[in-house]
């Protein structure tokens, strides 16, 4: 696997960032280095649990490596996630020790005293990645050693990367998405460039010319970003490829994209996927870009897309619309929201992952997506989960309906549900606070009743109906 | 309204903060409400309000108000 044969990559560069860049067999010395820290005391070899606070520096990529080379599981989270979040997660799956590696050589390791040293983890799990990034809860998805190698083998067959590249990784290594950057990279052994610079900042331009970059990844937000900064306008002569996953792109900047690829001799990928499929499921042609702007494409090497309809029976012709199901080896463990999960007694699920995306297939058999299934939304690339927003405004004796789509937030608010005068303004910059997301895609209305359809259930249509009629 | 009126309520109303609040020393990044998202938002409104079509030097520089203000300077917008 990648992240026990670093040292087959020798003298080829595996990382940089601002500080340091290491070739692969210094990157292998330094993860033995960094084992000496976090070795268990006990003489008996028993699996365990690490949290590792990452940003996107080398340390941080050592601390990660060395916890999967040692065959232990890591829980990878955000190094600025709360003291909540981080005392809750400490709470409910009992770490061996929290771990932040950024100063690599004297990293900062935390025991907490609540530990019993007696976790069950079963042998194939390797990370743990939060399901949702703002709304917080203890559902994680369980993946394990096979599931990271699987996908990145099979990012390798579908993605040019060459033996000589460098890839700018600005996405964090906390979101499936971005760590599929690296482990791909590294599975190659080509170099990955880690950075916390947005394409908001000087630096993340300043990189990409500097480091002479041939590839980078993004989500729907950072391509908004990158065209408001006129990339097009950019030549760029040694960025090869592109990629786009994390949520769909308007249809009009897919173009502006894949002309530019176009015109540059450069490719345009657009993919698919999800973090209970450890990163990826799918991907466009880059030469359909320009005439199937909308789809996802198909399954990656050694994955396979059905689709089913609401008796779960499978669908075999094209345009009719059902939940896209995916199977593959990169199908994750499982989810797990307690500590006694790790251990997985049930056995692995099959590798069947029911996305909860609907979609069709054309005749050339490129899938679109259409809609989904469950209650989320992604506002700016974060995860918001619409039951859970309605749970927690109750909770602070609101009564909402929480609805919308992936251009904004509806809320529609029981006037007089809550004893104080709820006023609309204070509500948006309270949820902007909270869901961390711009107020102009929050969107309130007050209602003095709440909808309620035939089959007395939340009416959700019709609050997005009036929304709509309101003038938005 | 004047151009500094205008620049006040394009501010005010992409970040979601009171007018009174748009002073020349307010930063990007100081405050939460001046993120990147807001910032795209700012930018998007400054170039649709004044007419004028700033380049990834100067959405990148554009750190503060008053560097705002510069910036439009150079589009021949002026405050005083």
Not at chain 1, 21 to 32: E, H, I, M, V, W
Not at chain 1, 259 to 285: C, P, V, W
Request: hydrophobic letters at 35%.
């Amino acid at each position: 696997m990648f992240f026990s044969q670093l040292e087959k990559h020798q003298t080829n560069l595996a990382v940089v960032d601002q500080q340091e860049s290491f070739t692969y067999s210094q990157l292998a010395k330094c993860c033995d280095d960094f084992y000496q820290h976090i070795r268990p005391s006990s003489s008996i070899q028993q699996k365990k649990l690490y949290v590792l606070k990452c940003g996107n520096d080398v340390g941080s990529l050592i601390a990660y490596l060395t916890v999967l080379r040692a065959g232990h599981s890591a829980i990878i989270i955000n190094r600025h996630s709360s003291k909540n979040t981080l005392q809750h997660l400490v709470n409910t799956f009992e770490p061996e020790a929290i771990i932040d590696g950024k100063n690599w050589q004297y990293p900062d390791i935390d025991f907490p005293a609540t530990t019993s040293g007696s976790l069950k983890i079963h042998t194939d799990l390797a990370i743990l990645l939060s399901t949702s990034g703002s709304t917080g809860s203890a559902k994680h998805v369980a993946l394990s050693y096979e599931n990271l190698n699987q996908n990145a083998v099979s990012i390798c067959q579908y993605l040019p990367i060459q033996i000589k590249d460098k890839t700018l990784c600005s996405l964090p290594m906390f979101y499936s998405y971005g760590l599929s950057v690296i482990n791909s990279h590294l599975s190659k052994g080509a170099c990955c460039v880690l950075t916390e610079a947005s394409p908001m900042n000087r630096e993340y331009w300043q990189i990409l010319e500097d480091e002479k970059i041939n590839s980078i990844a993004g989500v729907p937000y950072t391509y908004e970003i990158l065209l408001r900064l006129r990339l097009t306008n950019k030549a760029l002569p040694h960025l090869r490829y592109f990629t786009q996953a994390g949520g769909k792109l308007d249809k009009d900047k897919v173009l502006s994209l894949a002309n530019y690829a176009s015109e540059q001799d450069k490719q345009f990928f657009i993919m698919y996927g999800q973090t209970e499929a450890t990163a990826r499921m799918s991907y466009l042609n880059p030469a359909n870009c320009l005439n199937k702007p909308n789809s996802i494409g198909r399954a990656i090497p050694g994955g396979q897309f059905s689709l089913v309809d609401e008796k779960g029976k499978k669908i075999d012709s094209a345009h009719n619309k059902g939940e896209l199901v995916y199977s593959g080896a990169n199908v994750m463990m499982g989810y797990v929201s307690l500590s006694r999960d790790l251990a997985f007694q049930k056995g692995k699920q099959e590798n069947l992952l029911y996305t909860g995306d609907i979609g069709y297939f054309d005749e050339d058999g490129d899938f679109y997506i259409t809609g989904r299934k469950s209650r989320f939304l992604k506002l700016f690339g974060n995860r918001v989960s619409l039951d859970r927003l309605e749970q927690m405004m109750l909770e602070q004796g609101v009564n909402v309906y929480a609805c919308g789509n992936d251009q904004g937030l509806v809320l529609a608010v029981d006037k007089k549900s809550s004893d104080e005068v709820i006023e609309e303004q204070q509500l948006k910059s309270k949820l902007s606070k909270m869901l961390a997301i711009h107020h102009s895609a929050i969107h309130v209305m007050l209602l003095d009743e709440l909808p309620i359809n035939d089959n007395g259930k939340k009416d959700y249509q019709s609050v997005m109906q009036s929304f709509k009629t309101i003038g938005h | 309204m004047s151009q500094i009126e205008k620049l006040i309520s394009v501010f005010s109303t992409s970040l979601g903060i009171p007018e009174a609040a748009v002073t020349d020393d307010l930063q990007y990044n100081s405050l939460p409400e001046w993120d990147s998202t807001a910032h795209m938002v700012l930018i998007s409104e400054l170039e649709n309000q004044f007419d004028i079509m700033l380049d990834t030097d100067d959405i990148i520089d554009m750190s503060s108000v008053r560097v705002a203000k510069q910036i439009l300077g150079k589009h021949n917008i002026t405050f005083e």
